[in-house]
C-alpha cells in the first residue's frame, strides 16, 4: 500500500508489524544516523530502523511504501497550557499581567470539567494537525480532582502522549492540589501514554520536595522576581524528572544547578517577547552551561499554536545572537545553530522536558513507535530534506502521525474527529464562560484586547 492510501488506517490492525519502506530517516540518535530506508513498528514499539529493516519483518506485514516522504521522531511540545484550546484568540494584544488576570481569575473559575475537556481536545487535535506526539501539559486549572480527570481523559481519548502538570493558576485555592496529583497519579496508572506531575506558577522547594517523596516530576514556569528561585533551584532539590519553563533572568548558579541536576528546560521562543518577559529566550544561556532545551508552543490565548514557528524562530534568536557573540569577541560564544540543532530541541530536548529521553524523540529499535511523516510534495523542489523538515515545513505537509503504534493522523487528516462537531462546542463553551464574565464574544470580533466590563 502507499502511505497517501486512505485506506491503509483499516489495515493496521493491532498486532500486526507495519514496516514504513523507502523513506528519509531523520533518527536523531547519534549511534543510527540518517538514511534512506525503512522503519518498522511491531505494536507500540521501533522494532527494526536502516536501509533494509524491512527484510526483518515477518511475511504478514503491513507493508507501506513511504517513497517521497521523511520521517522523524513524533514531535513534542515541552509546556503547553492545553486547557485553554477553546479560548483562541479572545485577547491577541494583552500583556502578562492582562493574560494572567483574564486567565487565572476571570475564566478559569467559571469553567467545569466539560469545558476544561472540551479545550483540552482542541489543544490535542491542533498538536495532531501539525505533527506533535506528545505534550507537556501545563494545566493550571485543576480546581479539583473531576477537573483533572476530564483533562486526562480528553487527552486519552485524543490519543495523544502527554505529562499532565497539575496546578492552579495566579491567586487561586491550592490547598486540594497536592491530593489532586496523587489521585490523578493513581486515575492514570495502567495507561503508560499519560503520566502526572506537579505544576507550579514558580518553583518551591515544599513541590519539590513533594514530588521526589511521591516519586513523580515537577513542572514549573521559572522567572526572576516570581518566587524564591535561590532556594528552589539548587541541585539538592533538582533531578531530571523537573522542567523549568522559559528560564528567564536566571543567575550563573541557576544555571549549573540546573546543568549539574539534570533538570530539563522548555524555552517559549515566540512567547517571551510577546508577553513582554524577554527581549528573546536565553538560548545561549542554555548552550553555555551545555544545557539542551525543548521548545514549547505556551498557549493560544493571544497566538498560534505553531511548533514551526517556535522551531524557526528559535533558530533564528540562536543564530542571531550566536553570530553577535562571535563578532563581539566573546571567548566563548555558542556556534550558531543549524537545521538539526532546532529539530533536536522539538524531539531529543522535548523528550527531556517529558521525561521520556531514549524512550521518545528517536527512532531506534526500543523506542516507542512515535512517528511524524512529512510529504515532500508540496515542498518540492527540496534538496535537504532535513532542511525541508525544519526550514519549510507546515502542518500541512504532515502526511501522517503515529502515536504509540496507533495512526493518529492519516493522508492529512485527524483520525476519529468530527471536527466540525468539536468546533461547535469548543465555541458553545466559549461564549458560555465569556457571558458569565460579562463578555459578548461578538464584541471581540475587531478587537484587540479583552475589556471586562467595569475595568
Do not use: C
Amino acid at each position: 500500500m502507499e502511505i497517501f492510501d486512505r485506506n491503509v488506517p483499516a489495515a493496521w490492525t493491532p498486532g500486526r508489524t507495519v514496516v514504513f519502506r523507502g523513506a528519509s530517516v531523520i533518527t536523531m540518535d547519534a549511534d543510527a544516523g540518517d538514511f534512506v530506508g525503512d522503519v518498522v513498528v511491531t505494536g507500540t514499539t521501533i522494532s527494526a530502523a536502516g536501509p533494509d529493516a524491512a527484510a526483518t519483518a515477518p511475511a504478514d506485514a503491513l507493508v507501506i511504501d513511504a517513497t517521497g516522504t521523511v520521517i522523524t521522531p513524533g514531535l513534542v511540545d515541552g509546556h503547553l497550557h492545553a486547557w485553554e484550546g477553546a479560548l483562541r484568540g479572545v485577547s491577541p494584544d494583552t500583556d502578562i499581567m492582562a493574560y494572567l488576570t483574564l486567565t487565572h481569575t476571570v475564566l478559569a473559575p467559571l469553567m467545569t470539567p466539560d469545558d476544561v475537556a472540551i479545550g483540552e481536545k482542541v489543544s490535542a487535535v491542533r498538536a495532531l494537525e501539525q505533527g506533535v506526539t506528545t505534550i507537556v501539559d501545563n494545566n493550571h486549572n485543576v480546581r479539583s480532582l473531576e477537573h483533572g480527570q476530564a483533562a486526562v481523559g480528553a487527552l486519552q481519548e485524543a490519543g495523544l502522549r502527554a505529562v499532565v502538570a497539575a496546578g492552579v493558576g495566579m491567586g487561586q485555592p491550592d490547598g486540594h492540589v497536592y491530593q489532586a496529583v496523587l489521585g490523578l497519579r493513581d486515575h492514570v496508572a495502567s495507561d503508560e501514554r499519560i503520566s502526572v506531575r506537579l505544576m507550579e506558577l514558580a518553583p518551591t522547594e515544599a513541590g519539590l520536595r513533594f514530588t521526589a517523596e511521591n516519586g513523580i516530576g515537577l513542572v514549573a514556569e521559572t522567572l526572576a522576581g516570581f518566587g524564591d528561585l535561590d532556594s528552589a533551584l539548587t541541585p539538592e532539590l533538582l533531578n531530571p524528572q523537573v522542567t523549568l519553563d522559559h528560564v528567564i533572568g536566571l543567575s550563573d548558579a541557576h544555571w549549573k544547578a540546573i546543568a549539574d541536576s539534570g533538570a530539563a528546560i522548555a524555552l517559549a521562543p515566540r512567547s517571551d517577547p510577546h508577553y513582554g518577559l524577554a527581549a528573546a529566550s536565553p538560548i545561549l544561556a542554555a548552550n553555555r552551561f551545555g544545557v539542551q532545551e525543548a521548545i514549547s508552543t505556551d498557549n493560544e490565548f493571544e497566538y498560534g499554536s505553531d511548533i514551526f514557528g517556535e522551531l524557526r524562530t528559535l533558530l533564528g534568536v540562536q543564530r542571531g545572537q550566536a553570530y553577535a557573540a562571535l563578532q563581539a569577541g566573546a571567548t566563548d560564544a555558542p556556534r550558531p545553530y543549524g537545521v538539526r540543532d532546532a529539530l533536536r530541541a522539538a524531539t531529543v530536548g522535548g523528550a527531556r522536558a517529558a521525561g521520556l529521553s531514549g524512550r521518545i524523540g528517536v527512532i531506534t529499535p526500543g523506542a516507542q513507535a512515535d512517528l511524524t511523516i512529512f510529504a515532500l510534495d508540496r515542498l518540492r523542489p527540496i534538496a535537504s530534506h532535513l532542511g525541508a523538515v525544519a526550514a519549510y515545513a507546515e502542518s500541512r505537509d504532515v502526511t501522517a502521525v503515529v502515536v504509540d503504534g496507533v495512526p493518529r493522523k492519516w493522508a492529512g487528516e485527524v483520525l476519529g474527529v468530527d471536527r466540525a462537531e468539536l468546533v461547535r462546542q469548543a465555541e458553545a463553551s466559549r461564549d458560555r464562560v465569556l457571558k458569565e464574565a460579562g463578555v459578548d464574544v461578538d464584541s471581540l470580533r475587531f478587537a484587540g484586547s479583552l475589556e471586562l466590563p467595569g475595568a
